[in-house]
């Protein structure tokens, strides 16, 4: 039941684009189609559960034991530099055609700040392993609903007459800012503790 | 000197990191609900940049093309583990009022694009003078956006009561929409002072 309720509350309530701004360089850059917002999408989402697998382990196993907490950065980012980095030879060997509609947003992703965010809050609000995973997938998940809904919504506005300043970033800044409204709606549904 | 001036004033306006190039968008959104915390990450960024910008200038040309990337994330990170724990030690209220922010200043794309397509190509003297624009910029930003959100949702400004008591503090300033709207409106500002022309 408790991880239903962080799978939820990471989608929704504590949506990590939305509440806690991560990953939005990706978030502008990538979503004035709607095609390539559901490959970044899903390779956010991929990525995240496993790098946040595998950060777990490393932090409790190696590093904690031996007092090393503070390389935590650097020991998470070499983790996440070669997820993506063998995920990206996997794909490209192994599922050629996915590698030609997703392999351009794998590079990409080393430098999302929601990867590295979701592992470090994870290790704040000390998780276990399972609820760890749990909460990477949810906010993966929460993170391309957002994507995807951001998209949707530029795609129609390309027939609106949007002031000429405030066309691309401008407006899409104040349209995440009424979905962030929206979303704050959620916050009395589930909690996170 | 006049190239000098001309590098470091790109990065500051004409190309600002936020306004213009919409990276950094992350910890520009998440920590700007108080000037202190702006000001400080502006200094953190400025260190880290010019710092790993330097070390990127003078290695640049040694590693493969491959493992560009995360020998320039572990540069980085590097340095932002340094600030870590310099916060940790001389300012602990601001490093837990930071939080999880400070440690992905790493994926801030503004320093990644910089190691990525300057220093990495020019000297060290070059780069530290860009560096230095675009980190400005960068704290420019943060500083703009959090004299707006802390004035409007707090009544505020590093902590000092402005507004009056009659002010109502608009709540929504400080919570995420806020900062959402505040980005947007502050983008069309400094778009309508120096248009774009490509787009």
Not at chain 1, 14 to 43: E, T
Not at chain 1, 54 to 74: D, M
Request: proline share 4%; with cysteine.
């Amino acid at each position: 039941m408790q991880y239903i309720s962080i799978l939820i509350a990471a989608i929704f309530a504590h949506n990590i684009a939305l509440r806690y701004f991560l990953g939005w360089c990706p978030l502008v850059s990538q979503s004035k189609k709607l095609s390539s917002a559901w490959g970044m999408g899903v390779a956010v989402t991929l990525v995240m559960t496993i790098t946040s697998a595998v950060n777990w382990p490393v932090y409790h196993f190696l590093l904690v034991p031996y007092g090393l907490e503070y390389l935590q950065y650097i020991a998470f980012i070499i983790v996440i530099a070669s997820t993506v980095q063998v995920l990206e030879m996997v794909i490209e060997r192994f599922f050629p055609s996915l590698y030609t509609t997703m392999g351009v947003f794998l590079p990409l992703i080393t430098v999302n700040c929601a990867i590295l965010g979701v592992s470090l809050f994870m290790i704040l609000r000390d998780y276990t392993l399972l609820t760890g995973i749990v909460y990477a997938l949810g906010s993966g998940i929460g993170w391309s609903v957002a994507i995807v809904s951001l998209a949707s919504i530029r795609e129609k506005l390309r027939f609106s007459d949007v002031p000429k300043p405030l066309q691309g970033p401008g407006i899409t800044m104040l349209i995440a800012g009424i979905m962030a409204f929206a979303f704050l709606g959620f916050s009395g549904m589930v909690g996170i503790k | 000197m006049n190239k000098t001036k001309d590098l470091f004033m790109a990065g500051l306006w004409e190309d600002n990191p936020v306004f213009r190039q919409m990276l950094g968008l992350c910890i520009t959104l998440a920590i700007t609900n108080k000037v202190a915390n702006g000001v400080t990450m502006g200094v953190a960024v400025f260190f880290v940049l010019t710092a790993s910008s330097f070390v990127v200038s003078l290695i640049g040309d040694t590693v493969p093309r491959r493992v560009r990337i995360p020998v320039f994330m572990l540069v980085i990170a590097t340095f932002v583990t340094l600030v870590y724990i310099f916060l940790q030690a001389f300012f602990m209220p601001l490093s837990q009022a930071l939080g999880a922010y400070v440690g992905l200043i790493i994926t801030n794309c503004i320093i990644l694009g910089r190691l990525e397509s300057f220093s990495s190509e020019n000297s060290p003297w070059d780069s530290l003078v860009d560096a230095a624009g675009v980190a400005t910029g960068f704290a420019f930003a943060l500083i703009a956006m959090s004299v707006v959100r802390e004035l409007l949702g707090f009544g505020t400004l590093f902590g000092i009561q402005v507004m009056g008591p009659s002010w109502t503090p608009w709540v929504s300033m400080i919570l995420a929409p806020g900062g959402f709207l505040v980005l947007g409106l502050l983008i069309w500002v400094q778009r309508a002072i120096s248009p774009v022309e490509e787009e």
